[in-house]
């Protein structure tokens, strides 16, 4: 009888451990979730300048929401349009939109679809067919137009007096101070369900200091660190989300233009691209966490920057730079913001100085947006891009619109319906090696222990529609 009793008793126990375990696993509404930036956001709207416009449309996105998106494995996916069609000529597009609501309870509609969307692309001739659908005519065929509206720039937001921006996602803005703090709160009413916490708390800006030395993110969720921080992190066992090497840092060479701005020859262009060692770069400075660069799209996702060399010549950088017969010095400008630049403009002057080209760099703040790129009077800029697409069209479109290419590359790339042609883009804007492309890195979070169902994509992107932590009420 005692045996029988004490093994009533374990059983018991044992189930009630199990049920223990097994509730503290499901997910949970409640709680805040805290974010640590590394990067201030300045402003909320996707087509605002920003000088990281990945940071600002991470925090957006939780509020706008595109028409369509592009999944883990790039395939085109529905958001708030529920089905489209084109036809013969991929130049008219027909949508369909789901029943979903504005943050003020307003239902989107083909109407306030198509003020939005004129907003980003004046040249599109929007018809509004009905209620819930609506045709977009563009100037030229786009064979990839569903996957040019997941891009952030073509969120579908209500626009009212006073700059208030409303949009459609799970989280609504309840504080905001720019550069410094961002609060949201969940959207009870989201068409595609309640999100577990209560709310998301974005601080920009700040440093991690702290939570290095201590190995320990306390009382906040997540937080990015910089590549050179990573090491660290990794040998004291933390929790670490690494995208693909996505982000491309380029040496952008800028047209001639209002600034005392000479064009610098193409031949000592090219002898700096030919004398820079990107393979030290990335093994040594960025502690191989990322990847040399040669074209303009990563190897990962298109299948042919192998087409792209992206090997140290030294001695045709040295003799390019003896053809063009010049001692010009060059100015490159990198963000002062990101230690990670400025180590990496440093070493590509010290790569210069062996094939006799004198680089001087210089750190500004804001050298990483277009607005600031437009004011410095520098020869060239080390820029990070952000890969903002898993779709291939999508994310040079997206590229040729950062560095400003000519228009007609621009419409070429929308035009192309095969991988050759975006191939033989790529080759023409890199052919006169106005953009030198350096290396490939990943973003990188640091999450707590205590969270859950954090999706990270392979170009950094987030997805967070499942996301909960643990101790919530």
């Given amino acids: 009888m005692k045996r029988t009793l004490l093994l009533l008793v374990v059983i018991t126990n044992l189930l009630a451990a199990s049920s223990a375990c097994l509730a503290e696993s499901r997910p949970r509404y409640g709680g805040s979730v805290r974010i640590l930036l590394r990067h201030k956001v300045t402003s909320l709207d996707p087509l605002s300048e920003s000088d990281d416009p990945a940071t600002r ?26 089905a489209w069609q084109a036809d013969a000529g991929n130049r ?15 239902e989107i509609n083909s109407a306030s679809v198509a003020a939005s969307l004129r907003s980003v692309s004046p040249d599109w001739k929007i018809t509004v067919n009905s209620q819930q659908t609506f045709t977009i005519e563009t100037p030229s065929p786009a064979p990839h137009l ?35 703090h961002v609060l949201l709160a969940a ?32 009382l906040d969720h997540a937080a990015e660190p910089s590549p050179d921080q990573l090491r660290s992190l990794e040998q004291a066992n ?29 031949r000592l262009r090219e002898a700096l691209s030919s004398a820079i060692n990107r393979a030290t770069i990335n093994n040594v400075l960025l502690q191989r966490k990322g990847v040399p660069a040669g074209g303009l799209l990563p190897q990962w996702l298109t299948g042919w920057e192998f087409l792209f060399p992206a090997s140290q010549d ?29 180590m990496v403009a440093e070493r590509i002057a010290v790569d210069a100085r062996e094939a006799g080209i004198l680089v001087q760099t210089f750190g500004d703040p804001h050298s990483n947006s277009r607005s600031g790129r437009a004011t410095l009077n520098a020869d060239a800029i080390l820029l990070r891009v952000a890969l903002s697409s898993l779709d291939a069209t999508a994310a040079l479109t997206e590229l040729a619109d950062e560095l400003a290419l000519p228009a007609d590359t621009v419409s070429a790339i929308v035009k192309a319906s095969r991988p050759e042609e975006l191939v033989e883009i790529e080759r023409s804007a890199l052919a006169d090696y106005r953009l030198v492309p350096v290396v490939r890195l990943p973003q990188a979070l640091w999450l707590n222990s205590n969270v859950h169902e954090w999706q990270q994509l392979p170009n950094g992107e987030w997805r967070l529609d499942q996301l909960w932590v643990e101790g919530s009420r």
């Avoid at 996105?61 to 708030?80: S, V, W, Y």
């Avoid at 937001?157 to 504080?175: F, M, N, Q």
Wanted: charge should be negative; charged fraction near 25%; glycine fraction near 6%.
């Fill in 146 to 180: 569903p996957e040019l509206l997941a891009l952030p720039r073509y969120a579908i937001i209500k626009r009212l007096p006073g700059d208030v921006l409303l949009g459609t996602g799970p989280y609504t803005l309840a504080e905001w101070q720019p550069g410094e």
């Fill in 314 to 342: 030294m001695e045709r950088g040295r003799r390019l730079r003896a053809d063009a017969n010049s001692t010009q010095p060059l100015s490159l400008i990198y963000d002062s913001s990101d230690p990670v630049m400025k």
């Fill in 57 to 82: 449309d991470r925090v957006a996105g939780l509020m706008f929401e595109t028409l369509t998106q592009i999944d883990a494995e790039g395939h085109t996916r529905a958001k708030l349009a529920s």
């Fill in 187 to 218: 959207n009870d009413d989201y068409w595609n369900g309640r999100p577990f916490p209560d709310s998301i708390d974005f601080r920009t800006g700040l440093s991690l200091r702290e939570h290095l030395l201590e190995r320990n993110l306390t």
């Fill in 92 to 106: 008219d597009w027909i949508f369909t939109l789901r029943q979903a609501s504005f943050h003020d309870h307003s």
């Fill in 238 to 266: 933390q929790t670490l989300l690494l995208s693909r090497p996505a982000d491309m840092l380029l040496v952008f060479f800028p047209e001639p233009g209002a600034k005392p701005r000479k064009a610098v020859d193409p």
